[in-house]
């Protein structure tokens, strides 16, 4: 039986391939290519033209009877009109598990700490999941002890609460979400860093999470040279993460820094695929998207999410 399982393995099956059209800044318009709305594609160059190893994911983010159009999750250096585009069938999703504590990873859920690979990460999880049904939410009927006295004090929050941090910028944010992830009352930590200068990534791991705070976090990390759709991602492999651990019943304290580059990332995908600008420039999809993210934080009948998001 395994030689016959490893020689079905082999078999080329059919694949729904398309071909580049058009390329340039954020957006790929392909043609002959039959794909869903959310599907991942693989980029490459055929046989005999332009660069052998030449591999590039993509997300479809529209479709019309001509074109399908994609964000490429990587630079788009080496796309070429010959360059083919193959639909994979598959959703984006992250693998998450126990072996993610103490990792630092990328958007894509790969690790970028140099410590070797992920052991222990078992669990797919799809990124673009659906919120909880509100009639299973259990009601946020306890304190959850943040470790800063003065929101502790005067400002309680609850274990499932979403609390949105507002300050300008350098007004200390990214130092609260540390004292946050190390003196909480939380038994995992999620922290993503959404567009943030990669000066500023090592800032925050080493002054402001520490040993201490590391130990129990997950950080997912998009520095601002990432392209938009792998920006905004960061944020959806986050909650996703953090929706593994609270389905086994953990505690889990979700930091997201910052809203409005998620937001703006999620502007830059929208007009460059033709969306008509709206309030302050942002088009429709953003207003519908940012309550996507949020909702699926909280409590549910098993665990709980408490979720800080600065903006």
Request: aromatic share 4%; net charge neutral.
């Amino acid at each position: 039986m395994d030689p016959l399982l490893s020689a079905l393995a082999k078999v080329h099956t059919i694949e729904r391939v398309g071909r580049v059209a058009e390329a340039y800044g954020t957006l790929i318009r392909a043609t002959g290519l039959k794909a869903a709305i959310g599907e991942l594609c693989e980029l490459r160059n055929p046989r005999g033209d332009g660069d052998p190893g030449f591999h590039l994911a993509a997300e479809v983010v529209g479709v019309s009877r001509q074109h399908t159009l994609l964000t490429p999750l990587g630079a788009l250096d080496g796309v070429s009109s010959t360059t083919e585009v193959i639909a994979t069938g598959r959703q984006a999703g992250v693998r998450a598990g126990d072996g993610l504590l103490g990792r630092i990873l990328d958007a894509h859920g790969h690790p970028i700490d140099g410590l070797g690979p992920i052991v222990g990460a078992t669990v797919e999880m799809p990124i673009y999941a659906a919120s909880p049904n509100p009639l299973s939410r259990k009601l946020i009927d306890k304190p959850f002890s943040t470790g800063v006295r003065a929101i502790d004090t005067v400002m309680t929050a609850g274990e499932g609460q979403r609390v949105g941090i507002f300050s300008v910028a350098g007004g200390g944010k990214s130092t609260l979400l540390g004292m946050l992830a190390r003196g909480g009352e939380s038994d995992v930590n999620v922290i993503t860093l959404v567009g943030e200068r990669g000066r500023e990534v090592n800032e925050f791991i080493h002054d402001n999470l520490g040993a201490e705070g590391l130990a129990r976090s997950i950080i997912v990390v998009a520095t601002s040279d990432r392209p938009a759709l792998e920006r905004s991602r960061a944020a959806w492999v986050a909650t996703a993460i953090a929706e593994h651990f609270r389905d086994r019943g953990k505690r889990v304290l979700l930091l997201l820094d910052s809203v409005t580059r998620f937001a703006r990332a999620l502007r830059d995908v929208g007009l460059a695929v033709g969306e008509p600008p709206a309030r302050r420039g942002y088009p429709p999809s953003v207003f519908s998207t940012l309550p996507r993210l949020f909702e699926r934080a909280g409590n549910n009948d098993t665990g709980s999410i408490t979720a800080f998001y600065t903006v």
